[in-house]
């Protein structure tokens, strides 16, 4: 009876083992881009949807430098197709010819939770924008930064 | 176990954010006035033109002719922002496209046309290095017997990314 009951014990602990298998892989594929602009005497944004549109306050959109919304590949193999998004509250962006600018209010689609298909590939895409704040005559360069995010399974 | 799981559940990536921010354009007077000198008009109305360089010359039309002592010069202004950038020139005249004198209570004028280099236009001007001088000459139309006097008035130049 004692054998038998530490048995199965480890037959639990396998078991458990073999679920913790259900990993959660995040690929970033493209950069969070919020294209060129002008700034002005006052202070501006620029902010990316997630669904990779861009609009602007007091900056003048220029130039042809492309913007467009991040976007990752969610990968869940097995267990629950689900996950949970965990977007940065905010980073920091560094110019070329020095400065500084601060991007916040970052959104994702899907918002805070999407699921993997199960029935193709195991995988879905998210995407990612958020707001770019603009100093007063922000000093010219080109500015790069990074942020990260992060996908449980529930 | 549950640490292990904690950190198998999850997983995060970095991912680049990029923007670019231009140069405003923008404008400064380098403080030489278009200057046309001393004129003196005659029986016939004619012209007096100062081209728009860094070292202006002047030329006559019709009974205008050109006195000594006056200076021959044409505005200068410089031009910056993002270097290679094009950009788009526009000219405002003076009040009523003429200059003016005024003598004894009368107020008398001629008409003045500008003429700019880079010329005028749509993406005329090229911010090579993020700069470029840019001049004001003019074309002025002296009268039969013009009014004798000191003429005056102001343009303004403004320049903008196409």
Redesign the interface.
């Known amino acids: 009876m004692r054998r038998r009951s530490i048995r199965s014990a480890l037959v639990a602990l396998v078991f458990g083992s073999s679920q913790l298998l259900a990993s959660v892989t995040v690929t970033n594929d493209s950069a969070l881009q919020f294209g060129s602009f002008i700034p002005a005497s006052v202070a501006g944004t620029v902010t990316i949807t997630p669904d990779g549109q861009r609009s602007t306050t007091g900056v003048f959109p220029f130039g042809n430098t492309a913007f467009g919304a991040a976007s990752f590949s969610i990968y869940i193999p097995n267990g629950s197709p689900q996950y949970l998004i965990l977007l940065p509250s905010s980073t920091t962006m560094t110019g070329s010819n020095g400065g500084s600018m601060t991007v916040d209010t970052f959104v994702s689609i899907p918002a805070s939770q999407g699921q993997v298909n199960r029935a193709t590939t195991s995988t879905d895409t998210m995407t990612v924008g958020a707001t770019l704040h603009v100093a007063p005559s922000q000093r010219a360069g080109s500015y790069s930064g990074t942020f990260t995010v992060i996908v449980t399974n529930p | 176990?549950v640490l292990?799981?904690g950190s198998?559940?999850?997983?995060?990536?970095?991912?680049?954010?990029?923007?670019?921010?231009?140069?405003?354009?923008a404008i400064t007077a380098g403080g030489t006035a278009l200057s046309f000198g001393n004129i003196v008009a005659g029986a016939v109305s004619g012209t007096v033109t100062v081209t728009p360089a860094a070292s202006a010359t002047s030329s006559t039309t019709g009974g205008v002719t050109l006195a000594s002592g006056g200076s021959i010069t044409a505005a200068n202004f410089t031009v910056t922002g993002?270097t290679g950038a094009t950009y788009t020139i526009a000219l405002t005249g003076p009040t009523g496209g003429n200059v003016s004198a005024l003598v004894a209570g009368t107020t008398y004028t001629m008409p003045l046309t500008l003429t700019a280099s880079p010329a005028a236009g749509t993406g005329t001007g090229t911010l090579t290095g993020g700069t470029q001088p840019l001049y004001v000459g003019g074309t002025l139309t002296v009268g039969a017997s013009q009014q004798a006097g000191s003429y005056s008035g102001t343009f303004s130049v403004s320049v903008s990314?196409n």
């Open positions: 176990m292990v799981a198998a559940m999850a997983a995060s990536a970095t991912a680049n954010a990029t923007a670019k921010v231009f140069q405003p354009i993002e990314y």
